[in-house]
């Protein structure tokens, strides 16, 4: 009968070692996952902050690693006060719209649908992760409602449509200016003297082309270019 109770004690004995291993198994895991998430988030801002340190100070010249440190110590949060410009020859870069990705990655679209006007945008190894640079001799644009009837040729450096299309009055190039003086296609003189001359044709009094509300509804039938508006 003793033995029998020894080894019951026994039993019992290991029974509550292994349920106190595993409390405290279980505990350890749990409190160590916690900091350990907080030292793996420590180490993702640090990560980050060398990052951005990259971006801010090789590329243009931001801040030292120094300050970013020190900031980071403080519990402040990295934020980047630069970004890289890219190269000068993608001035005129439209990311989804670059022909030469469409040519690059031999794309198969139709050209009967126009599908090569469509947007394609490149898979993310080969996007580029920087600011499209002004074209040389950037001024800021002039201000609103100016802008409608003029802009800075610098900023826009493309004079061939005034060139092609001189004899239709949509852009002429004064000086430094790309003008638009609003004629359309076929009324040079603006839209208000192309509906005052459609009244004379009717013969309807003081060129009027309502008829002195008569008229409610006009159809300008055009391509789109040389309408009213």
Known sequence: MRGR???????????SLCAVAIFLGFLYVYYGSIFGSSSNGASALEYGGKSLRKIGS????GDDESSTKSGLEDGDVV??????VCDDRHSELIPCLDRNI???MRLK?????????????????????CLIPPPPGYKVP?????????????????THL???KSDQNWMVVKGEKIVFPGGGTHFHYGADKYIA??????????????NEGRVRTVLDVGCGVASFG
Request: charged share 25%; proline share 9%; glycine share 4%.
């Open 58 to 61: 090789s590329y243009l010249g």
């Open 197 to 210: 001359s459609i009244a004379n044709m009717l013969n309807f009094s003081h060129n009027n082309l309502n």
């Open 162 to 164: 005034a060139h092609e």
């Open 5 to 15: 109770s020894d080894g019951g004690q026994k039993k019992r004995l290991i029974t």
């Open 142 to 158: 002039i201000k609103w409602p100016q802008s409608r009837d003029e802009v800075w040729k610098a900023n826009i450096p493309h």
């Open 79 to 84: 934020v980047p006060k630069t970004f890289p």
């Open 102 to 104: 469409i040519y690059q």
């Open 109 to 129: 679209l139709d050209l009967s649908v126009m599908e090569h006007y469509e947007r394609h945008c490149p898979p993310p190894e080969r996007r580029y992760n």
